[in-house]
Structure formats: C-alpha cells, structure tokens
C-alpha cells in the first residue's frame, strides 16, 4: 500500500470556522490531490499540486485553498466552513511520468453543523 | 453534468449471478481506469485500459475498454458477496487528472 496518512480521520465543526485537513506521503510523488465525495457524485476534484509551491484547482474549488511546503504534505483549507461542506475528504498521490494511477488516502470525514 | 456517466448506480443481485456496470461518455480518453471502494476507505485500483478495444482479465472480472475509447464494461462472472462494493471508472484526457463517474454500488447477496 502506497504510505499516504489523512489527519484528522473524523472532525465535527461549526458553520464559520476555519477547518485544515492534513495529507502526508512517504512515496515521494509529484502529484497530490484532494477530492471530496458525496452520494451520487462520485469524487469530484477539488485542488491538485503537481509540485511543491505549485498548485491548481479543480470542478469544486470555490470556498477551498491548499498549499504545498513539502513534497510530502498537501494541505487543505476551508477558510470559513459551510454546511455544504460537510463529506468525505480524500487525497491522493500519482507519481506522474506516464503513470497516472492515483493512490488514496483512508479519507476523512468532516461534518459542519 | 457528469463527464463519465455509470449505469446503473445501485445493483444488488444473487450470488453466482453475472453482472455488467457500464462507463459512458462522449469525450475521448487516452486511459480509463476501473477502482474499487470498500465503506471507510479509499478507493484502490482495480485496471488500466489504454488501447480501443482493449479487454483485461482479472480472475472473474473482464474490463473492456471501447473501439472509440469513449466507453468501457466492468463484467463480473459468477459474482461472490466479496465483489460488494462501490466501483468508480475515471478518465484520463491526458493531462495529470482524473475525472470520475458517480460510481456503481454493487450487493451480492449470500
């Protein structure tokens, strides 16, 4: 299993607050993503880096930012949390050159009340 | 809109019965990919399809990619409680994303 940890698995928040949701990987890949899934949506992108410090958003942006220091981390931030962002979290890696092939983190799931 | 549509979205059958989950789209995709999601977990890769035309095996599972490398099948022979899940295709354009579809929740009853 490719080695990508999630923290916090479970967090329950309040409408207004800001919420970081932390992606950490021991593969050193290029590429991370972060992906939120909902009933009847499948995963839908929500920001992906294909680099440290470089960035780009995805279908589902609005109301998210990230931001790579590390290879190894990607951070995701909802800066003023909505009820419409209550779901499942999850990133991903891809090593890119020609392999597309992305590796899931366990998720994490996030209730704004 | 969905950019890959699957059908059906909800499948619950009997064990032993066969069983096809379809991925449409009308976009061309120079890989699509089959994973498969177990409740509280990520999704795993099941397949990679490249070529239109292309058919992969894995044990009871057969994956078609389409001739106009537009659609594909997931075929599950025989099917066994284990194969319950949610099953995602996801297409690649050719840059360093994926785009998915909603998924197929599949039940094989005992």
């Known amino acids: 299993d490719a080695g990508i940890t999630q923290s916090p698995r479970h967090k329950v928040t309040e409408t207004g607050t800001p919420v970081t949701l932390r992606c950490h990987q021991t593969e050193n890949h290029r590429y991370m993503y972060w992906y939120r899934q909902d009933p009847g949506h499948g995963l839908r992108l929500i920001h992906y880096s294909y680099g440290v410090k470089d960035t780009d958003k995805g279908e589902v942006s609005d109301g998210y930012s990230v931001s790579r220091s590390k290879t190894e981390d990607f951070l995701l931030t909802l800066e003023s949390a909505t009820s419409s962002q209550t779901s499942v979290y999850f990133c991903?890696?891809?090593?890119?050159?020609?392999?597309?092939?992305?590796?899931f983190g366990p998720g994490t799931r996030l209730l704004v009340l | 809109t969905q950019l890959l549509e699957q059908s059906p979205q909800f499948l619950s059958i009997q064990e032993g019965e066969n069983l096809t989950v379809y991925c449409n789209s009308s976009?061309?995709?120079?890989?699509l990919q089959w994973y498969r999601q177990e409740p509280g977990e990520g999704p795993v890769l099941l397949v990679t399809v490249v070529t239109g035309g292309e058919v992969k095996k894995l044990k009871r599972l057969t994956f078609q990619f389409g001739d106009a490398r537009k659609d594909s099948s997931l075929h599950i022979t025989a099917a066994q409680p284990g194969d319950t899940g949610l099953y995602l295709c996801?297409?690649?354009?050719?840059?360093?994303?994926?785009?998915f579809g909603q998924g197929t929740r599949l039940t094989i009853n005992p």
């Open positions: 996801a297409g690649n354009q050719g840059a360093q994303k994926l785009v």
């Open positions: 976009s061309v995709f120079s890989s």
């Open positions: 991903a890696i891809s090593p890119g050159q020609g392999q597309w092939t992305q590796y």
